[in-house]
């Protein structure tokens, strides 16, 4: 039960580790915000691939056809949320860690958890994964609780390191120079939602 637990574990960070927009969002809300704000970021994430791993490791074969049809519609409304975001990061000022209130991490922890469940990317190379690391034989309930624990534990883990790491860079930075790196870091959001919205238009034609 541990090795099943360690490469769950491992596919979290496999699947978290990347810099995309959810790492952006991730490091643009812990600049403005601080420590608790960010890692709402990754606990809505760590959510989201928990809930993937779950689907996944009770029919691989029916959660790649189910998630392959729905791929479109989940790449338009992420796409949309994308440049929402961005767009609401250039337009209001950023909010110092006291400001910020139980019920604006809810809405983060929220906004990352769609995020990462509308992620076409992380949609299609989970079953792959599960396959790669021979996690698709094991049917019994509470191995598949073993393994879902440990996506959502390596996904956390990674998550909680990555705000820490930018919590402590905040707390040296100039101010002048964060709000050049939020500022940067929502252009970037913008720019991850087109592409995504361009993908989907693409695929349509």
């Known amino acids: 039960m541990l090795l099943l637990f360690a490469k769950g574990a491992l596919l979290g960070v496999i699947i978290t580790a990347p810099l995309g927009p959810i790492g952006v969002l991730c490091i643009k809300r812990t600049l403005e915000r601080g420590f608790t704000a960010g890692f709402s970021c ?4 760590a959510i989201g691939d ?22 479109l519609p989940l790449a338009i409304g992420g796409g ?9 990061g250039l337009t209001h000022d950023p909010v110092r860690a006291a400001n910020v209130r139980a019920v604006g991490l809810m809405g983060t922890t929220l906004a990352t ?7 076409p990317a992380t949609i299609l190379s989970f079953g792959a994964l599960f396959a790669g690391f021979g996690l698709t034989e094991e049917t019994r309930r509470f191995s ?3 393994i879902v624990g440990g996506v959502f534990s390596g996904s956390l883990a990674w998550w909680f390191l990555l705000s820490g790491t930018v919590s402590l860079a905040r707390d040296r930075l100039p ?3 964060t709000a050049k790196v939020v500022r ?10 087109l592409a995504a919205l ?4 693409y695929s349509l034609v």
């Open 42 to 45: 990754g606990l809505g994430t």
């Open 50 to 71: 928990a809930t993937y791993a779950l689907v996944a490791v009770t029919g691989i074969a029916v959660f790649e056809q189910t998630m392959s049809a729905a791929t």
């Open 80 to 88: 949309l949320l994308l440049v929402a975001l961005g767009y609401r």
């Open 113 to 119: 958890f769609l995020l990462t469940v509308s992620n």
């Open 144 to 146: 598949s609780a073993v």
């Open 175 to 177: 101010s002048d120079f």
């Open 184 to 193: 940067g870091t929502s252009y970037l959001l913008i720019l991850f939602g």
């Open 198 to 201: 361009a993908s989907a238009a």
